[in-house]
């Protein structure tokens, strides 16, 4: 991984998981293993060091053997919120955030963000699939930790709203549109676990 900025992972498992009941996503157990550790194994290889977000079971989430941190802003204020966070306690110059509830993420997300990002020169890069744009599926700038404290302390909590006011870079993975699936439902969890994705993952 020499000859590259080196990379930072936060893996956003903060959610309060209302549509699967009201349980921590991240903990689901998908084939056997809770979902949070699909994405860990998916993201390690890709980066230089995993943190995880986690507003409950920190504990729990401890036992992945990485870096376990909550928002600094209360209630559950969604992906942003985390994002804010990982800046704060990532080691390295880049973030990439990926959700604890997409566990068939492409290995190459990480590469193809980042060459994007330097091509550009852009704050920060967010994955898309055809005309459907996935924002927490992004590689940003530490730098941008100010502006983003900013927009948050002013009230601000969409993330879309917030990418607005950066210089950000798409980043198209039509090849590669499964590999966003999230579960947010125990239909879909359900659906998953018969394998239409088993050639994803």
Not at 147 to 176: C, M, N, P
Request: proline share 6%; glycine share 8%; with cysteine.
């Amino acid at each position: 991984m020499s000859e590259r900025t080196p990379i930072s992972a936060v893996i956003l498992a903060g959610g309060q998981g209302r549509r699967m009941g009201s349980v921590d996503k991240g903990l689901v157990e998908l084939r056997g293993k809770p979902m949070v550790e699909w994405v860990l194994e998916r993201l390690r290889p890709q980066v230089d060091e995993v943190l995880i977000n986690a507003n409950q079971n920190i504990e729990r989430y401890g036992e992945f053997g990485v870096p376990v941190f909550s928002d600094a802003i209360g209630g559950f204020a969604g992906p942003l919120a985390g994002l804010h966070a990982g800046l704060r306690e990532a080691s390295h110059p880049l973030v990439v955030t990926a959700p604890c509830d997409s566990p068939f993420l492409p290995t190459n997300l990480v590469a193809r963000l980042a060459d994007a990002l330097e091509d550009a020169g852009a704050d920060l890069a967010v994955a898309r699939t055809f005309d459907q744009s996935h924002p927490v599926f992004c590689l940003c700038r530490r730098e941008v930790l100010p502006h983003l404290e900013a927009f948050l302390s002013s009230g601000g909590r969409k993330i879309d709203r917030w990418y607005e006011t950066l210089k950000v870079v798409a980043v198209q993975f039509d090849d590669q549109e499964a590999a966003f699936s999230n579960i947010n439902t125990r239909e879909e969890l359900g659906s998953f676990e018969q394998g239409p994705s088993q050639d994803v993952i």
